[in-house]
């Protein structure tokens, strides 16, 4: 039996490495040991059994290789210029690479407008640069404002892309948490027009407005935000330095050392809202609107075209869709409909002259909806007269207002929804009317389907004839009473159909993609419903009814027309024909075409955004519809102004176009890096040495982990796991995030042993170590290998290639224990030829902690400088004297943190030691 004594190294048969002993127990004639474990940071408790001395060290093959393996995968992420794209199941795209490498060039402070085209993925490039510093500890509370159609997307594509949960934060949560309920969730994403602060609201006291901005907007801006991602960013430039989402932005923006601002259309053609919107970033480089150039924007922005864009092999990403136009023409049992339209169109036409004439903008708004319900569907015109008579059988006024200043993002349900809520005062001689028509249209539905709909039933059949009867359908509608009617039409008939609209949450939408991706035929979606949405698997969609604004149905084609459709998208626009609508829009979209050729346009959507208040189509087509013979010159007003507007956000194009070649190389460097093949080398390896199981199947392997939990039908390959619909295994997983995390401890007189690798020449013998070196208080721990030959050379290149030799699948490799040396010796003299390169290293690791010192500093000082502003303007006094003695004890926090931080010292340790012999030759 050895003997051992307090602060002795010794091996520990259990866990493999060598553990410390920091104090003996010896009760009843029984001796056990409390050990401390370097690796493990933490104490253990062994018998004398468990224990041996270090010169009888016995190892295990799988257990040194998984050790080696965890080493170089712990390496990589120190070393490696960009790190996020190695993680997780994408694989990104050479443009989205080439912004993640500008944009954290300096990790310090990231302040970028990400202006990519629409469809290319910014979402996927801020979740990169989110990920990136994560990983580098540069940031830890991230806040993500997204239109409120989007929000639900974002959760989703951060949870789904890059294993990271977000909170959602609504309004109704604001009255819920305590104090600032913005500083209990780390990683929040809400509304922008749920946060913007308020100047006035009618009925309003100051008081009140105070409260509510206290609750918001201040905040927020208090909760000490390390990076901040606004999505559509271009709605903060407003129309003024005044209006509220501008103050939204100039507010985070200050409070915040890193941000991002996403969209496709910073510009809108308007140089003062650009200025406003870039001076964001960086307001002492663009004092003013004159000071906005190319040269001056290039620094701080991203931005690919679509016809620049290029997949990992160097083609061109996407190919060219066709969009089809189906007149529907009215047959003889369907003339009733017909009679129901033109009478809808007198209503609607009449009564929208009279709201505009009183100046009743929600009521005018409302027979602009009338008409587009009835170009949709009988069902849906029907609900929607049901809902107005109510209204004008009740007894309750209500005054119109301004319609809101977001009121032109929303879609028809949505407007149609909070229209229906207000109680509007009827027209003349309304009710009578609503009546007659509401009639008219149980008349029509007692008739059977719409035109529309039989026409829809016989285009789903023959697309399925052409292609195949697995072929999906995206099916869009404006409005949900038709959507419902559509669902229960097509369910009769045979075919499996989702729904999707803005009401659903975020499990009931999640639920109805699955359903639709996974089996049934069609998803009827609204606009609303249909934002963000990724559905690259579907390649056909048909527009059943059609917005006015074709930028809308631009948008809804966009749902299947992006990164990641291998098939060629067609779209089907169906129109009635002998109506007005069928009329602007043709005459509408052949001069539009004419127009965007001849300005080196693709799609209005890439230039200008859909919600633009300057380009009004409803007007458009109610003076059509008031004046039918006057369509083309109409139209032709129309399209003046557009192409004014598209001339003017030309000139902006260009100062933000950039001239750069997208590199395949960057790609290819990230997709072919071996990272997955260090984790499958450490995942098999230390299954293999821990009582686990792998099974190797025709498709991926099943897991099952020491605690008995399982990993089934998974890949460690990322493109088999898409193409194969794996699973892919990679550090996000819980598991496998732990297991890398091992990181040994190799000790002065610990036994080596000895590997002999086959493919290495026989030439090539000496011994290989790992190095940890690293400084105190800080998690950046840098691995080097080392390898001293036989004869005293100091061979580096030779020992990176002996560790990506030992964590190849093709290379034999033989553990000897017949390796008899005095390993003291050996490792006093490996220790001392290592430790002029851990200097080095040393010195570098320092530099940096204290050049991040300093940006922390800076950073904070800014910080605490705002927050004392913002504080001193809040009127209540008991409130601003708490949240003054708040920040001062914040600040002596930080303070003592920080002096902390600067008093370093360095840690430099061997992780394993071998003697290699090559056997090749």
């Known amino acids: 039996m050895n003997e051992y004594s307090e602060e002795q190294w010794v091996w520990s048969k259990v866990s493999q490495e060598p553990l410390k002993i920091i104090e003996i127990n010896k009760q009843w004639n029984v001796t056990s040991y409390k050990l401390w474990s370097q690796s493990q940071n933490k104490s253990v408790i062994h018998s004398s059994n468990q224990i041996d001395t270090l010169a009888n060290a016995k190892y295990n093959l799988e257990f040194l290789i998984y050790t080696i393996a965890t080493a170089r995968i712990n390496q990589a992420y120190t070393t490696e210029s960009i790190i996020s794209p190695l993680e997780g199941n994408l694989i990104p795209l050479p443009h989205q690479l080439t912004a993640l490498k500008k944009i954290t060039q300096n990790p310090n402070q990231i302040r970028f407008l990400l202006a990519d085209e629409v469809g290319l993925g910014k979402t996927i490039e801020a979740g990169l640069v989110l990920k990136e510093m994560k990983i580098r500890d540069k940031i830890k509370r991230i806040l993500i404002l997204a239109p409120r159609g989007l929000v639900y997307q974002w959760i989703l594509e951060m949870k789904d892309r890059f294993n990271e949960d977000f909170q959602l934060i609504e309004p109704n949560d604001y009255a819920i948490f305590e104090e600032n309920y913005w500083q209990r969730f780390d990683q929040v994403i809400a509304t922008v027009d749920s946060v913007k602060p308020l100047s006035s609201r009618k009925g309003w006291s100051e008081s009140k407005i105070e409260s509510y901005n206290e609750k918001r907007y201040n905040n927020l801006l208090l909760a000490g935000w390390d990076l901040v991602i606004i999505d559509e960013s271009h ?415 030309q000139n902006y194009r260009e100062i933000i176009s950039q001239d750069k070649n997208l590199d395949v190389e960057i790609a290819k460097t990230v997709n072919e890096h071996p990272l997955p093949l260090w984790i499958e080398s450490m995942v098999l390896n230390y299954l293999k040495s821990n009582n686990g199981s792998i099974i190797e199947k025709n498709r991926g392997f099943d897991i099952v982990w020491p605690d008995g939990e399982t990993s089934l039908s998974i890949s460690f390959e990322k493109k088999e796991s898409e193409n194969k619909n794996l699973k892919f295994l990679s550090l996000e997983d819980e598991h496998v995030r732990k297991i890398s995390k091992y990181i040994s401890t190799f000790v002065k007189g610990q036994k080596i042993p000895m590997l002999k690798i086959k493919n290495l020449s026989k030439d090539i013998s000496g011994i290989f170590s790992l190095w940890q070196v690293g400084i105190s208080e800080n998690k950046k721990m840098v691995v080097f290998p080392m390898f001293i030959h036989d004869d005293g050379r100091k061979l580096k290149p030779t020992a990176s290639h002996i560790w990506d030799l030992i964590l190849s699948k093709k290379t034999p490799i033989q553990l000897e224990h017949s390796f008899d040396e005095n390993f003291v010796e050996i490792f006093n003299k490996n220790f001392e030829l290592s430790s002029s390169e851990g200097k080095i290293i040393f010195e570098n690791i320092q530099e940096e902690h204290k050049k991040n010192l300093k940006n922390e500093q800076e950073k904070m000082r800014i910080f605490f400088e705002y927050q004392e502003k913002l504080i001193a303007k809040i009127g209540l006094e008991n409130v601003r004297k708490k949240r003054q003695n708040n920040l001062e004890r914040e600040k002596r926090r930080f303070v003592t943190n920080m002096d902390k931080l600067d008093d370093i010292f360095p840690e430099f340790n061997a992780i394993i030691m071998l003697k290699i012999e090559g056997m090749l030759g």
């Open 235 to 649: 709605k903060l430039g407003g129309t003024s330095s005044s209006v509220a989402r501008f103050r939204l932005g100039k507010g985070l923006a200050e409070s915040t050392p890193n941000i991002l601002l996403l969209s496709a259309t910073p510009h809108q053609g308007n140089r003062k809202q650009f200025h406003r919107l870039i001076s964001l970033l960086d307001p002492k480089a663009f004092p003013n609107p004159n000071c906005v150039s190319k040269e001056t924007v290039e620094p701080y922005i991203v931005r690919t075209e679509k016809r620049n864009a290029i997949d990992s092999s160097g083609d061109l990403l996407f190919t060219k869709r066709t969009t089809l136009l189906k007149n529907i023409d009215w047959q003889k049992k369907h003339e009733i409909q017909k009679d129901l339209y033109e009478r809808i169109t007198d209503y609607a036409l009449n009564g929208y002259n009279q709201a505009k004439k009183e100046n009743r903008q929600h009521l005018a708004f409302l027979m602009i909806l009338m008409q587009r319900l009835v170009s949709s569907s009988t069902r849906a015109i029907k609900s929607a007269l049901e809902k107005r008579l109510y209204v004008l059988e009740s007894d309750k006024v209500q005054t119109d207002t301004e319609l809101e200043e977001d009121w032109n993002e929303k879609d028809g349900q949505m407007q149609l929804d909070e229209i229906f809520e207000k109680i509007l005062n009827p027209l003349n001689n309304e009710k009578e009317t609503v009546e007659e028509l509401l009639s008219l249209t149980r008349k029509c539905e007692s008739i059977g389907p719409d035109v529309k709909t039989e026409y829809l039933l016989n285009l789903l059949v023959q697309i399925q004839s052409d292609e195949s009867s697995k072929t999906k359908f995206l099916i869009f509608t404006e409005f949900t009473s038709t959507q419902k009617m559509l669902q229960e039409f097509l369910i009769s008939r045979g075919f499996e159909a989702e729904i999707l609209h803005g009401s659903m949450n975020m499990q009931q939408r999640a639920k109805a993609q699955e359903n639709f991706s996974r089996k049934s035929q069609i998803l009827i979606s609204t606009e609303a419903g249909g934002e963000g949405l990724n559905l690259q698997f579907c390649h056909i969609v048909i527009n059943y009814d059609l917005p006015w604004n074709p930028m809308r149905i631009e948008q809804r084609i966009g749902r299947v027309d992006r990164i990641g459709q291998k098939l060629p998208v067609k779209a089907f626009n169906l129109a009635l024909t002998e109506t007005v609508e069928s009329r602007v829009l043709q005459v509408l979209e052949s001069k539009l075409d004419v127009i965007l050729s001849d300005l080196g346009v693709d799609k209005l959507t890439d230039v200008l955004d859909s919600s633009d208040t300057e380009l009004n189509f409803n007007k458009l087509y109610i003076e059509s519809l008031d004046e039918p013979e006057q369509i083309e010159s109409k139209v032709d007003i129309f399209l003046s102004s557009v192409k004014n507007k598209i001339n003017r956000e």
